[in-house]
C-alpha cells in the first residue's frame, strides 16, 4: 500500500505536522526480472507481520515522486509504505516531475543560504530552524501514524532521515527514535551540524543499520559518500544511473540481490519485534 499524507501549505501551525492519509494511485509494478526472491518472501512469512516503512521526498518533490522510486527497489509486496511531504513549495527539482504528478511540489528545508558564501548569519539560523521545523514535523508524523520499522528518504529527505536518526536527536526534540533501520537513495550530507548541536556527544555516528543507493554517474555522489560516513556501519549498493531511481534498476541483479538481502537481514532482525513493543 502507498499513502501520502495532503500537503500542508505552512510549518507554522503545529497541527500541520500530522499527515493526512490518502490512497494514492496505484502503480503499475512489472514482473520481477532480477533474480528469484523466494528467500526474500521467506523471510517476510517468518517475520509474521508487514514491514512497515516511511519515505520521505527530495528537494522539489512529493509523496507521488516517492512512490515511483520505490518501485525501483521491487519491495511492494513486502511492505507497507506510508510518504510524507514537507510543508515548504518548492519548483519540481526534475521538469519531467510536473508530468508525473499534480500535487504541489515540496521541500523540507531552503539550502540557498549555504550556497553562497556571502549567506547572513541570521539566514543560516533561519535555516537551522527550519530544519529543526522538518524534524518535528516527521517525529510528529511518526508518533501518530507509527510506530514504523525504517525510514527512507531520498536526496533531501535522507539528509532529513539521517539528521532524526543520530543518537539522543529525537529525544532532544521530546520524541522518541523508534525505528529499527534506515535507507538513503540519492544521499547528500545536508544539515549535519544542525543535529550535532542537539545532542550531547557530537562525535558519535548514527548507530542503525542503513542502506545507502549510489548512483556513479550522480553529481552528488561524494556527498552521498559523506552521509553514509555518518552511520556506524553502511551498507553501500551501487548502480550506474545518476541522482534518481529509475525503474531500469529493477533489471540490475547485483544491486537488487544487495538491496534484497539487506532487507532479508533486516526482516531476521526485527522478526521478534511487534508494533505494540516498538511503541512501549
Given at each position: 500500500r502507498l499513502f501520502g499524507?495532503?500537503?500542508?501549505?505552512?510549518?507554522?501551525?503545529?497541527?500541520?505536522?500530522?499527515?493526512?492519509?490518502?490512497?494514492?494511485?496505484?502503480?503499475?509494478v512489472s514482473p520481477n526480472v532480477y533474480g528469484d526472491l523466494v528467500d526474500l518472501e521467506a523471510a517476510y512469512r517468518r517475520r509474521g507481520r508487514t514491514l512497515r516503512i516511511l519515505g520521505l521526498h527530495g528537494r522539489g518533490s512529493n509523496s507521488d515522486?516517492?512512490?515511483?522510486?520505490?518501485?525501483?527497489?521491487?519491495?511492494?509486496?513486502?511492505?507497507?509504505?506510508?510518504?510524507?511531504?514537507?510543508?515548504?513549495?518548492?519548483?519540481?527539482?526534475?521538469?519531467?516531475?510536473?508530468?508525473?504528478?499534480?500535487?504541489?511540489?515540496?521541500?523540507?528545508?531552503?539550502?540557498s543560504a549555504r550556497r553562497t558564501s556571502e549567506a547572513s548569519e541570521s539566514s543560516e539560523q533561519q535555516q537551522q530552524q527550519?530544519?529543526?521545523?522538518?524534524?518535528?514535523?516527521v517525529l510528529t508524523a511518526i508518533r501518530?501514524?507509527?510506530?514504523?520499522?525504517?525510514?527512507?528518504?531520498?536526496?533531501?529527505?535522507?539528509?532529513?532521515?539521517?539528521?532524526?536518526s543520530y543518537p539522543g536527536a529525537a529525544e532532544a526534540l521530546g520524541f522518541r527514535r523508534d525505528w529499527a533501520f534506515v535507507v538513503c537513495a540519492g544521499g547528500?550530507?545536508?544539515?549535519?551540524d544542525v543535529a550535532k548541536g542537539l545532542v550531547a556527544d557530537a562525535d558519535k555516528l548514527v548507530d542503525l543499520p542503513s542502506l545507502?543507493?549510489?548512483?556513479?554517474?550522480?553529481?552528488?555522489?561524494?556527498?552521498?559518500?559523506?552521509?553514509?560516513?555518518?552511520?556506524?556501519?553502511?551498507?553501500?549498493?551501487?548502480?550506474?544511473?545518476?541522482?534518481?531511481?529509475?525503474?531500469?534498476?529493477?533489471?540490475?541483479?547485483?544491486?537488487?540481490?544487495?538491496?534484497?538481502?539487506?532487507?532479508?537481514d533486516r526482516c531476521a532482525e526485527t522478526r521478534r519485534r511487534s508494533p505494540d513493543e516498538a511503541a512501549s
Open positions: 499524507p495532503r500537503a500542508a501549505d505552512s510549518d507554522d501551525d503545529d497541527d500541520e505536522y500530522a499527515p493526512t492519509r490518502r490512497r494514492a494511485r496505484p502503480v503499475a515522486i516517492t512512490a515511483i522510486q520505490l518501485v525501483a527497489l521491487d519491495l511492494q509486496r513486502f511492505v507497507e509504505i506510508d510518504t510524507l511531504d514537507g510543508a515548504r513549495p518548492a519548483p519540481p527539482a526534475d521538469p519531467a516531475f510536473a508530468d508525473l504528478s499534480s500535487q504541489p511540489f515540496r521541500e523540507w528545508w531552503d539550502v527550519q530544519i529543526v521545523a522538518a524534524m518535528r514535523r501518530e501514524s507509527g510506530p514504523y520499522d525504517a525510514l527512507f528518504g531520498f536526496s533531501q529527505g535522507a539528509a532529513l532521515v539521517t539528521l532524526l547528500v550530507a545536508l544539515g549535519l545507502h543507493l549510489i548512483g556513479a554517474r550522480d553529481p552528488y555522489r561524494r556527498s552521498a559518500a559523506d552521509l553514509a560516513d555518518a552511520y556506524e556501519r553502511p551498507v553501500v549498493a551501487r548502480h550506474s544511473h545518476g541522482h534518481e531511481l529509475p525503474t531500469a534498476l529493477r533489471r540490475d541483479a547485483s544491486f537488487g540481490a544487495r538491496v534484497h538481502a539487506f532487507f532479508r
